[in-house]
């Protein structure tokens, strides 16, 4: 699980000159299962509501299945005798784990027991009117072991949940906090996979973020604003008006605002750092940030070890930013021959890049991998053949006539092996990955594949004879042998699979064998 409510411990980081504006009037929205009541924020269950609802009668089983009136902009979908127990006149009882103390300092004293299953449309909780930036915490946990998701997701305009932002974090028959930021405005929805356990909740808050605005200094163009969390791979936009800006950015982390659309110019590195470890949810703030020609750096030198025979055709070199930062990959220039490389390219500063090879996957960097600028640099970079492990086998079938040639095809990166055939046998040197082996005659084929992973591989190839009298078919996914089924030998649905020539690893079929 991925939570994105953190304190990140940055070095060096440069503060802005933060002014208030006119606060908000926004303050922190708690529901509570269990009734308990959060001093300054704005509560919407006490136990006198819950103790008012109409569908929870006394005994604390709810009647029908539906969706509670509404708490505010929460609301509550229940099951028919899923339960209550909280401090109040209709509760089902005790339940040891109701009263839990989590690490934030929370004491809950109640919750909403799942008699069932949970889904995206059913036992969920829906929370409407959220901003970007705003952070959504749930506290949750199984009422007995299972495996199964726990979701925070975007709603659509007809309630259904959506890929647009989807956390996923296994849950538990542990209590625990989960914690999301909302990168766009609208409806989510907390719920759990169907396949397997019952969920409980304790609790729902919403932490507002905190409006920030200010001008975008020196900027000459139309481009795009986003603050990027730091150390983790999501961002939020900003919206841009003439030359100011405004965006809603979560309390307890740290950003780095990034200007894109105009060309050689970014936001300056002195202001783009933005520190909101310390902030008050809920309030506004003002930084104005100054935009200014790029500062980048040249990195030059050799690349080394490329065999001047190999094909480096398609070569080139991409430098790498961290996992999860704000930079973009650098595609170097390239020029020369194999044996005698040379690259060139400019970088952003102090930024750790990572050389990788784009048109010569056999190779990898095996010196030089890393490179951090505070000047114009010469850095050589030295590369090495990957591993490779002898492929051997033999054919067999029909294989009247005998095959001339055998290749085998990388399906991650497209590359196409030739291999050697001798008599009625065949072999060739691969990297690790999967393949796709194509042979062909004009009266047999084969369809195979082989995968090579850390040593040699002994795999024998079955050739078919091409029916002609078979028409060229539709693809179909899955063949099925035996005595009921639509074939009745293993041979006529290998037939029907060639007739329709599958191009790639989506158009895959699979034949299932009867006992």
């Not at 007809?158 to 405005?185: C, M, N, R, W």
């Amino acid at each position: 699980m991925k939570k994105l409510i953190h304190k990140v411990v940055c070095a060096a980081v440069a503060l802005f000159a933060i002014s208030a504006l006119s606060a908000q009037s926004r303050k922190i929205d708690v529901w509570d299962f269990g009734g308990v009541q959060e001093a300054g924020a704005n509560n919407y269950i006490s136990v006198a509501a819950i103790d008012a609802l109409s569908n929870l009668p006394a005994g604390g089983k709810y009647l029908e299945a539906g969706d509670l009136p509404p708490f505010g902009d929460l609301v509550l979908n229940v099951v028919a005798n899923d339960r209550a127990y909280y401090d109040g006149k209709k509760s089902y009882g005790t339940q040891g784990y109701a009263a839990v103390t989590f690490d934030d300092g929370y004491t809950s004293n109640g919750i909403y027991y799942c008699n069932g299953t949970g889904g995206n449309n059913r036992r969920c909780i829906t929370i409407k009117n959220v901003r970007a930036g705003d952070t959504i915490s749930f506290y949750a946990r199984l009422s007995a072991a299972a495996d199964t998701d726990i979701h925070f997701s975007t709603v659509d305009a007809d309630g259904k949940v959506t890929s647009e932002q989807d956390e996923v974090a296994p849950i538990k028959a542990e209590s625990a906090k989960y914690s999301y930021v909302a990168l766009k405005s609208g409806t989510y929805r907390i719920w759990t996979d169907k396949k397997a356990g019952k969920p409980v909740y304790y609790r729902v808050v919403r932490t507002p973020g905190v409006e920030v605005s200010g001008k975008l200094e020196n900027l000459n163009g139309n481009g795009t604003l986003k603050f990027v969390i730091s150390g983790l791979n999501k961002e939020l936009d900003a919206k841009i008006t003439g030359n100011s800006y405004k965006v809603n950015l979560p309390v307890n982390n740290t950003f780095t605002a990034v200007l894109s659309g105009v060309p050689g110019y970014g936001i300056n590195p002195d202001t783009r750092l933005v520190d909101f470890s310390n902030v008050k949810p809920g309030t506004s703030k003002n930084i104005n940030l100054v935009v200014a020609e790029a500062v980048l750096y040249t990195a030059s030198g050799k690349i080394t070890g490329i065999d001047s025979k190999y094909d480096t055709s398609k070569f080139s070199m991409i430098m790498n930013p961290p996992a999860g930062s704000v930079y973009q990959p650098v595609k170097m220039n390239v020029s020369g021959k194999a044996g005698n490389f040379t690259y060139e390219g400019k970088l952003e500063p102090l930024v750790t890049y990572t050389a990788s090879l784009i048109g010569a996957n056999d190779y990898e960097v095996t010196s030089g991998e890393k490179i951090q600028l505070s000047k114009n640099s010469v850095h050589d970079i030295g590369v090495n053949l990957k591993p490779i492990y002898d492929v051997t086998g033999k054919f067999f079938g029909d294989i009247a006539p005998m095959p001339k040639s055998i290749s085998f095809r990388n399906m991650d990166d497209g590359y196409v092996y030739n291999g050697v055939v001798s008599k009625k046998s065949f072999s060739v040197k691969l990297r690790d990955g999967k393949y796709e082996v194509s042979c062909e005659t004009d009266k047999t084929k084969t369809i195979n594949h082989i995968v090579v992973s850390g040593k040699p591989v002994s795999k024998d190839v079955k050739m078919s004879l091409k029916d002609k009298t078979l028409a060229s078919r539709a693809i179909k996914k899955n063949l099925k042998v035996g005595q009921k089924a639509e074939f009745k030998t293993v041979g006529a649905a290998i037939k029907a699979a060639s007739a329709m020539n599958p191009q790639s690893e989506d158009d895959r079929i699979t034949i299932h064998i009867a006992p």
